[in-house]
């Protein structure tokens, strides 16, 4: 695993950005895994500002996949997270809808739909280069607490603190659904990149149960630990419960210029 500490959440946008346009630059079809959430708006906001300046790549190739979607929201409803992903980055990125892609949550085909997604991420070829996002109780995507370091997508229920910290996007917590597809920890595992960015000083104790603690489904996002190409890229505050913090510093200032993320 690689941890770049960083000063800003500004900085850590552009150089994930640098990350995802060098994937797209490299290879025009990439399948790209998004999360949604605030995390990774600045990312998303310096990809449209790059694209609109007309320095990105092109994204016509490009295809796209959700990590999660709620279930229980009315079709169309502005906090899906399909809507979102296509208000916040594809859409301004000129990715065609077709290939914006995000759990099937509509209650008749609740049953398939993480079949379906499985299938649908496999017949892409699988994701190249996966965006991820922590919640403080260290979930990822929706795997809480507890989720099986195996598992495929699949529907889950919320906590209560991931109802809470999700409030803000809804009139209250109690609009916040309580169920939702999620890729799984297997399928995030198949990811062959996976970017991990954190900032605020709310994910410190998150981001070092996940980077130093153990590997345990007690918190989901230390699944990074067993990926063999994984990125996790921290802002001050996000960074200041971790041990190891002047080395991983040290490592960063150290990495020689060949060596790409
Ligand atoms: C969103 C997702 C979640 C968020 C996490 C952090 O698609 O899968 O795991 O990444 O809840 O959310 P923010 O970034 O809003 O703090």
Not at 7 to 15: G, M, N, P, Q, T
Not at 84 to 89: A, P
Not at 120 to 136: F, K, N, P, R, S
Request: charged share 20%; aromatic share 4%.
């Amino acid at each position: 695993m690689e941890l770049v500490p960083l000063a800003s959440a500004e900085e850590i946008a552009s150089l994930v950005a640098d990350i995802v346009e060098l994937a797209v630059t490299r290879d025009p079809g990439t399948v790209l895994g998004l999360a949604t959430g605030s995390t990774p708006l600045p990312t998303y906001q310096e990809l449209i500002r790059r694209h609109r300046a007309g320095s990105g790549p092109s994204w016509d190739g490009v295809t796209t996949f959700n990590l999660d979607e709620y279930v229980g929201l009315p079709p169309g409803h502005e906090q899906s997270y399909l809507a979102t992903i296509r208000r916040e980055l594809t859409d301004d990125l000129g990715i065609e809808p077709a290939r914006v892609h995000g759990p099937d949550a509509a209650e008749a085909g609740l049953p398939t739909a993480g079949e379906r997604y499985e299938a649908a991420i496999e017949a892409a070829g699988g994701v190249d280069l996966q965006i991820l996002g922590i919640g403080t109780n260290g979930h990822l995507a929706f795997n809480e607490q507890g989720s099986s370091l195996g598992s495929p997508t699949r529907i889950k229920t919320l906590t209560a603190q991931t109802r809470l910290d999700n409030a803000r996007f809804f009139g209250s917590p109690d609009e916040v659904p309580r169920h939702v597809l999620t890729q799984g920890i297997g399928t995030i595992l198949r990811a062959r990149h996976l970017v991990l960015i954190a900032t605020g000083a709310g994910k410190a104790e998150a981001v070092a149960a996940a980077v130093e603690g153990p590997v345990s489904a007690s918190c989901p996002a230390s699944m990074l630990q067993l990926h063999p190409h994984a990125t996790v890229l921290v802002d001050e505050a996000a960074a200041s419960r971790l041990e190891r913090l002047s080395y991983y510093a040290e490592v960063y200032a150290a990495k020689p210029g060949w060596q790409a993320h």
